[in-house]
């Protein structure tokens, strides 16, 4: 299989490629018909695509009604090339090896280890050789997710670990051929959201942990701002002259509705030596009076986070991803019923359907993105099933 792995697609071959790759199962006539590019066009660039390996032909299609020779099919060939995606917490690392249509080549987690400017390269170096080495096609591509700002692919900000004293971009660019993307993790689990998830055109994506970012998606451009800050709802200020956070601000609201402050309250309250989303659902299975009352105030105080990032960017879709509100998907509404604004209404509030791997989605998605030159890309249709 032959692909050219590094190179710019022009813009025509670009508009092909997202034809076939949308409806799945096209003949150059239609893609003609679709582009509104002349058929000698069609043809060569088809021809291109199929050298690369990044299309094949699936067989003879219909006759049109005027008769005349059958079509022959064509479809995306997601096995072309694998792409490499990470998501570095602060605790944690996470790594999938997968195609360009998001399907899983290989996966890996690490648990409660120590992530900070010293180890940060060792386990990423060592990640990447452990799913690089079962890649059978060519690695087009890495992203790297981290908990903070990021501008340019540079680590601006991150709150609580030091990775914003490492220049990762240039130690990965030094050690490794392909492009290197380095990303905010609410920005990429967003970009999951839209390329294989949702329908939608515009969304927010609330990734919430021990801190809320906000990822917004507008026709497949994540806008983040001239200086990469642009989502950080979680240092909105929910009370002015509240609890200190460490972006400087006092009052902040992930300093009042993340998992992490909600997990420590329910420790306190329960006299518990540790909290996690599991524990809360038993908790709330329980109908325990107190850990229902803690949950309601902390959907009242995201409600409020969300209703004002609605009303700045008018999203089609917003997407909460927190394990809590996975496992007891009866907050929504919660949520839903203290978003009152007329703004507010139209908006879509919906759970994850990626879940904690929306992140890892997302640097597949930021590498697809930029390997094939298509922006609006989705495939959500293509993994439905799966």
Do not use: W
Not at 151 to 173: A, G, H, M, R
Not at 242 to 251: E, L
Not at 266 to 279: G, W
């Amino acid at each position: 299989m032959v692909v050219n792995k590094y190179k710019i697609r022009e813009q025509n071959e670009s508009l092909v490629l997202k034809g076939i790759i949308d409806h799945e199962n096209i003949s150059r006539a239609e893609l003609s018909t679709l582009t509104g590019l002349n058929k000698a066009s069609v043809s060569s660039i088809t021809k291109t695509l199929l050298d690369d390996g990044l299309i094949f032909e699936t067989g003879i299609g219909s006759a049109s009604i005027q008769g005349g020779r059958k079509p022959i099919m064509l479809q995306f060939n997601p096995k072309a090339a694998a792409i490499l995606s990470f998501d570095i917490g602060i605790d944690y690392l996470k790594g999938s090896l997968a195609y360009l249509d998001g399907t899983e080549i290989l996966s890996l987690q690490k648990k409660r280890i120590t992530v900070d400017a010293k180890t940060v390269m060792p386990l990423l170096e060592q990640a990447i050789e452990e799913l690089s080495i079962k890649a059978n096609v060519e690695i087009v591509g890495l992203c790297t997710a981290v908990h903070g700002i990021v501008n340019e692919n540079s680590i601006v900000f991150t709150p609580y670990y030091d990775l914003d004293t490492v220049d990762l971009y240039q130690e990965l660019t030094a050690r490794y051929d392909y492009p290197i993307f380095i990303e905010n993790e609410a920005n990429l689990a967003s970009l999951g959201e839209y390329v294989f998830s949702l329908d939608s055109k515009t969304l927010v994506s609330l990734s919430i942990h021990s801190g809320i970012g906000a990822g917004i998606v507008d026709h497949g451009i994540l806008r983040k701002g001239q200086y990469g800050e642009a989502g950080e709802i979680g240092h909105s200020i929910l009370y002015p002259n509240g609890k200190k956070c460490p972006c400087g601000n006092h009052g902040c609201l992930e300093q009042y509705a993340s998992n992490s402050v909600l997990y420590e309250t329910l420790a306190k309250v329960k006299k518990l030596d540790y909290v996690d989303s599991a524990i809360v659902k038993r908790l709330l299975d329980q109908a325990d009076e107190e850990t229902l009352q803690e949950l309601n105030m902390n959907a009242f105080l995201l409600s409020v986070g969300i209703n004002n990032i609605i009303a700045v960017y008018d999203p089609e879709v917003v997407v909460i991803n927190s394990s809590i509100y996975r496992n007891s998907p009866a907050l929504l509404s919660v949520v839903e019923n203290h978003l009152t604004s007329r703004i507010a209404r139209k908006v879509l509030i919906q759970n994850s359907a990626l879940g904690s791997q929306a992140t890892l989605y997302g640097g597949i998605a930021l590498c697809c993105q930029n390997f094939l030159n298509i922006r609006e890309l989705k495939f959500h249709s293509r993994n439905s099933q799966g």
